[in-house]
């Protein structure tokens, strides 16, 4: 879910990670990146819950 999550035509967790390839991540690193996760998935189960106006 986070993984394919779009957020502005990006997927913020594929690009974060993209971004740093060939570079050996710090804890603080794969701590930040985990936030991210987290966010993304809050942000796509909010998403779930927010009911659109139909149109008609």
Known sequence: MAWNFYIGGYQP???WLKD???RTLSF???QHYQ???KVLAE???IMG???LPVEG
């Open 20 to 22: 740093r390839k060939g």
């Open 13 to 15: 967790a594929q690009k």
């Open 28 to 30: 603080a690193d794969i």
């Open 49 to 51: 819950e927010i009911k």
């Open 35 to 37: 936030r991210i996760i």
């Open 43 to 45: 942000t796509h189960r």
